[in-house]
């Protein structure tokens, strides 16, 4: 059945009322000045109007509108607005950025100030059905609309908040009647961290994986500001899971690594009183704890680590954050139980994933394992190895204990929790983490929680991802090309310029948030395609037959 907004919230906030968020730390001032010396320049990007659009209703569209052109964008400037007038600016691809624009009188003097709302919208239903009555559980500041007055006009305007859109909707609340408002040069100003565009792939690609490349990288592009932010729309902000998969993407794509640096050192900056690091942090007025603490994204901590310093060589940061590293793994290894097993006691986020009623231990218990076998790889680079030459026997433990203790052995695939669910994350995680005890189990774990009806399944690109890594893990190569292209392809088939934070596709207009409105259409976490096709090889064409020539005679 599914959740209402409602039921929604009031989960969220059973979940949330459980929680001991133990106090912030001491910052960490050498890291935060690292931190800060690497923050790097944005670039902007003017892109003028390309047309403006009407949304019409399309059922079968998983988002339920299209856009239809009905005029070119350079005739904007031609026309007068009167109040309550609208009209929709399409400014041709999804941007972050910023809008300016002159407004000036027609007809007559201005005898008003002339009042505006804006409404951005990264997708056509943002800016296509009314963003109230909103029933979401997270703030209806989040939402994208500014109410504007503009005084003296002719005025030149620059709206000073940043947005993530492609359509810009343009009511014109209230004017004297006595004058029309003309919009000269409506303008979008695109910034980004990113220099430049990567390579495309070969033309032997197909033409839907190369289209879902671009669109990763898009994603990636508009996320990628002075820090990996996870949504340009929201949160803005840095999440350590986001970031794992935002740096694999960059090291392929834009090579922004030393953005990928100074998040790594944001994150060891602003420690928890334990030393965990946070969940996530801001970055503005001042870089700062957010109250959240994520154990499974604590463990990434380690693993985005060691990616960086394997993708880099910067062997110097490995070693300076490595006792960063190690202390999230003493501080997961210290939950567990006497089995060396993890229970998720509710006392401390676990994400995982946004499904509603997802039980995460199994996962978690999963991500910490893979954590260790990353830290292995990391010591074994800068040299540490003798710190740590006790995690092997605890990964071992550990991978006993999840068999003996999670394995459903007549059904062939991992349980969860008290009620002993059957979920895609479980099983992905699982995989990821080595404990089948042969490719050929791993596979049948995941084949078997995928066909089971019941099987809680996941509802976001972030763990979508995990599946499509995990399949690559354990050989299942062509279900992870087919994965890819329909769910990444499904988001393409709906209209996406960027892929989206949630996607369901049973469900298209569920939300994590309980209103489709809040949910962030270019997220960083949804970018990995572009790594699964030009790190891992996924969809790579096979090569030309070779034909040894024939020598002469
Ligand atoms: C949401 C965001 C973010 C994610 C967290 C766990 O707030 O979508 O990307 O990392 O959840």
Same mark, same amino acid.
Request: proline residues 9%.
């Given at each position: 059945m599914k959740p209402s907004p409602e039921e929604i919230a009031a989960a969220i906030a059973a979940e949330e009322a459980k929680r001991v968020n133990l106090p912030a730390g001491e910052p960490v001032a050498a890291f935060l000045r690292t931190a800060q010396a690497l923050t790097p320049a944005l670039f902007e990007r003017r892109l003028a109007v390309a047309a403006l659009v009407e949304p019409a209703a399309e059922p079968g569209l998983a988002l339920r509108f299209a856009m239809r052109p009905v005029a070119d964008g350079a005739t904007l400037a031609r026309r007068n607005w009167a109040e309550g007038d609208a009209f929709i600016a399409d400014f041709g691809e999804h941007l972050t950025g910023y809008l300016s624009f002159t407004a000036a009188p027609t007809g007559s003097v201005a005898d008003s100030p002339i009042r505006l709302r804006l409404t951005f919208g990264e997708v056509p239903t943002d800016v296509a059905e009314p963003l109230h009555p909103y029933r979401g559980w997270i703030s209806a500041a989040w939402l994208p609309e500014e109410v504007i007055t503009i005084d003296d006009l002719p005025a030149a305007f620059r709206l000073a908040r940043r947005h993530a859109f492609r359509y810009v909707k343009v009511e014109v609340l209230a004017a004297s009647r006595r004058f029309g408002v003309c919009f000269e040069n409506l303008t979008a100003h695109a910034v980004t961290s990113a220099r430049g565009a990567p390579a495309?792939?070969?033309?032997?690609?197909?033409?839907?994986?190369? $289209?879902?490349? &671009?669109?990763?990288?898009?994603?990636? $592009? =508009?996320?990628?500001?002075?820090c990996f932010e996870d949504g340009p729309r929201r949160d803005r902000r840095l999440w350590v899971g986001d970031l794992r998969l935002q740096a694999l993407v960059n090291y392929e794509t834009f090579r922004e690594n030393d953005v990928v640096k100074r998040c790594?050192?944001?994150?060891? /900056?602003?420690? $928890?009183?334990?030393?965990?690091?946070?969940?996530?942090?801001?970055?503005r007025p001042v870089p700062t704890y957010a109250d959240t603490t994520t154990l499974d994204y604590a463990a990434l901590y380690c693993v985005t680590l060691q990616e960086y310093v394997a993708a880099t060589g910067d062997l110097a940061c490995g070693r300076e954050l490595w006792p960063v590293a190690r202390r999230q793994i003493d501080c997961l290894l210290a939950r567990l139980d006497e089995t060396l097993m993890f229970h998720d006691g509710g006392e401390t986020w676990c994400f995982i994933d946004w499904a509603f009623g997802l039980d995460k231990s199994a996962a978690t218990h999963a991500v910490i394992v893979f954590a260790l076998r990353r830290m292995l790889a990391l010591a074994g680079a800068i040299g540490t190895a003798a710190e740590v030459a006790h995690f092997g026997p605890i990964i071992d433990g550990m991978v006993a204990a999840a068999r003996a203790q999670l394995f459903d052995a007549a059904r062939g695939l991992y349980l969860s929790g008290p009620s002993m669910q059957?979920?895609? !994350?479980?099983?992905?995680?699982?995989?990821?983490?080595?404990?089948?005890?042969?490719?050929? @189990? !791993?596979?049948?774990?995941? $084949?078997?929680? &995928? @066909?089971?009806?019941?099987?809680?399944?996941?509802?976001?690109?972030?763990?979508?991802?995990?599946?499509?890594?995990?399949?690559?893990?354990? /050989?299942?190569? =062509?279900?992870?090309?087919?994965?890819v292209r329909v769910y990444w392809g499904g988001m393409l088939d709906a /209209?996406?310029?960027?892929?989206?934070?949630?996607? =369901?596709?049973?469900?298209?207009?569920?939300?994590?948030?309980?209103?489709?409105? @809040?949910n962030s259409y270019c997220h960083a976490w949804s970018c990995s395609p572009a790594w699964?096709?030009? !790190?891992?090889?996924?969809?790579?064409? @096979?090569?030309?037959p070779h034909h040894p020539e024939t020598p002469c005679k």
């Open positions: 495309s792939l070969p033309d032997s690609y197909p033409e839907w994986l190369r $289209r879902i490349d &671009l669109v990763s990288q898009h994603t990636l $592009r =508009d996320c990628l500001q002075t790594l050192y944001l994150f060891a /900056g602003l420690p $928890r009183s334990d030393g965990l690091v946070n969940g996530c942090v801001y970055e059957v979920s895609c !994350a479980t099983q992905a995680w699982m995989v990821l983490a080595g404990i089948p005890e042969s490719d050929a @189990a !791993a596979r049948a774990a995941l $084949r078997n929680a &995928l @066909a089971d009806p019941q099987a809680v399944r996941p509802i976001t690109p972030y763990l979508y991802h995990y599946i499509a890594e995990a399949m690559l893990a354990c /050989g299942m190569d =062509d279900e992870a090309l087919q994965l /209209g996406a310029d960027t892929f989206w934070e949630a996607f =369901d596709p049973a469900e298209p207009l569920a939300s994590p948030y309980g209103d489709i409105h @809040a699964l096709f030009r !790190a891992r090889g996924l969809g790579r064409p @096979a090569p030309p």
